[in-house]
DNA sequence: CCTTAGTATGAATAAGTGTTCATATATTCA
DNA sequence: TGAATATATGAACACTTATTCATACTAAGG
């Protein structure tokens, strides 16, 4: 088949393996969603929540962060959709909404784990 | 540098999945990587060159993007490893790096497209 | 050499972002 | 009801960053 033939768009977003094909909508919510996780205290978060569901005082604890600053960023996760929260009480739980992010955790540790080990 | 490192802590990163278990600088480093993916233009740069490689002056053109933009972020994106440039004559041609960045792109666009689908 | 084409870079500006402080909301218990 | 605890939110600040403009660099051709 002609794969070089469309000078417009085609070349560009084939498909980035044999998946789907994103549009420029897509992109843009890509890029939203790298950037909610290009942001330190925000991975740290991530992390933390891999290992099951943790209220906000412990996180801020953990985290040696402010309890301020840690629901913010909760909110910005919440936002993405990367988190979910789960109220007992006066205790809101969060854990990470589904699977797929830390696939996306590990598709970026791993990289920068690879690039560590390489130069060295 | 911290006030309180105690690494006995323990639960937050026992190891994402089975992997290797993350550090501090490693989530640093993670957030620096995710952060450059944090931005459409780069992000449209990246997904141009799964494409194979493009130089400059076609990337500019096709992202309708000034020449200068262009070449900015290329440096954030070659100063990340992610791509790498190749002279011939006064063309330079942009490729990925290795295949862990398409493997970040997809990985994210899964994310994005799922969540897009699964709302509606 | 000079000119031209392709790319890179520095400075400036505008827009965005994370934290802190203060305060508000929500829930439990006395 | 009132106090205490856990979390959320708004505003302000310092800081970062993406783009544009102008210019410098690099290679090819005359």
Redesign the pocket.
Known sequence: MDKNANPEKGHICESINNSVKPDLSDLYDLA?LY??F?????VRILVALTGGER??????EHLE????????????L?NAGLVR?R????????ALDDEHVSEILEAGLEHVIHKKRGVQ
Chains 1, 2 share one sequence.
């Open positions: 939203e950037k909610v290009g942001d330190m205290s925000r209220c906000v005082y412990h996180l801020a962060m402010g309890q301020s600053a840690v629901s913010h960023q909760l909110r910005v919440r929260p109220r007992e009480g006066r205790t809101v739980y969060y």
